[in-house]
């Protein structure tokens, strides 16, 4: 089975003050970088994101959303219509992802529509795994206006995996995050 990773990059930033985050750094690497470098040895790598030109000169394949302004639902709907294919979607703001903690998401694939990890039992969709099956429940929310990302997956199949780490769902998304970050 081919493994695909597509970056969520895109969105307003506003609670960044509309730095894009995924130019924020972490040990002298943008934390979009050390997301590419831990997943180096997947099948496709891409980065979905409003502005498409910023990731040009890093040698990554980028998309701009398909629908525009349709948060991170539109996101993961560009990312699956893009590579055609099952998609782990992660967003661009998680320093600490690693991919051995997520590879046991492929033993489930074949038997649902997504793996989505829970922490302390909440489901986390920006880091999960996608079958392709789950556009068309994507798709309709998003002609619904429905764009939470749970709400179409309450009609999919998905196989729910309680993940019990500190850091890897560490996401940033304000100043005062990121300077605790960099303590």
Same mark, same amino acid.
């Given at each position: 089975?081919?493994?695909?990773?597509?970056?969520?990059?895109?969105?307003?930033?506003?609670?960044?003050?509309?730095?894009?985050?995924?130019?924020?750094?972490?040990?002298?690497?943008?934390?979009?970088?050390?997301?590419?470098?831990?997943?180096?040895?997947?099948?496709?790598?891409?980065?979905?994101?409003?502005?498409?030109?910023? %990731?040009?000169?890093?040698?990554?394949?980028?998309?701009?959303?398909?629908?525009?302004?349709?948060?991170?639902?539109?996101?993961?709907?560009?990312?699956?219509?893009?590579?055609?294919?099952?998609?782990?979607?992660?967003?661009?703001?998680?320093?600490?992802?690693?991919?051995?903690?997520?590879?046991?998401?492929?033993? %489930?694939?074949?038997?649902?529509?997504?793996?989505?990890?829970?922490?302390?039992?909440?489901?986390?969709?920006?880091?999960?795994?996608?079958?392709?099956?789950?556009?068309?429940?994507?798709?309709?929310?998003?002609?619904?206006?429905?764009?939470?990302?749970?709400?179409?997956?309450?009609?999919?199949?998905?196989?729910?995996?309680?993940?019990?780490?500190?850091?890897?769902?560490?996401?940033?998304?304000?100043?005062?995050?990121?300077?605790?970050?960099?303590?």
């Amino acid at each position: 089975m081919k493994k695909n990773i597509a970056l969520l990059a895109g969105g307003k930033n506003s609670r960044m003050g509309g730095f894009t985050k995924s130019f924020l750094k972490f040990k002298d690497e943008y934390f979009f970088q050390r997301i590419l470098e831990e997943f180096k040895n997947f099948n496709r790598i891409v980065i979905v994101s409003n502005e498409k030109k910023l %990731y040009e000169k890093y040698k990554v394949e980028s998309f701009e959303d398909i629908i525009k302004e349709k948060g991170p639902l539109g996101g993961i709907y560009t990312a699956l219509l893009s590579i055609n294919d099952s998609c782990l979607v992660v967003a661009c703001d998680m320093p600490f992802l690693k991919q051995k903690k997520i590879l046991s998401f492929y033993d %489930y694939l074949d038997d649902y529509d997504a793996v989505i990890p829970l922490y302390k039992g909440r489901p986390q969709p920006l880091c999960s795994l996608y079958n392709i099956s789950v556009l068309k429940y994507i798709k309709e929310a998003i002609d619904n206006n429905d764009l939470k990302i749970m709400i179409p997956l309450k009609k999919a199949k998905i196989k729910f995996i309680e993940i019990d780490d500190n850091e890897l769902f560490v996401n940033i998304n304000t100043p005062e995050e990121y300077r605790l970050l960099n303590i």
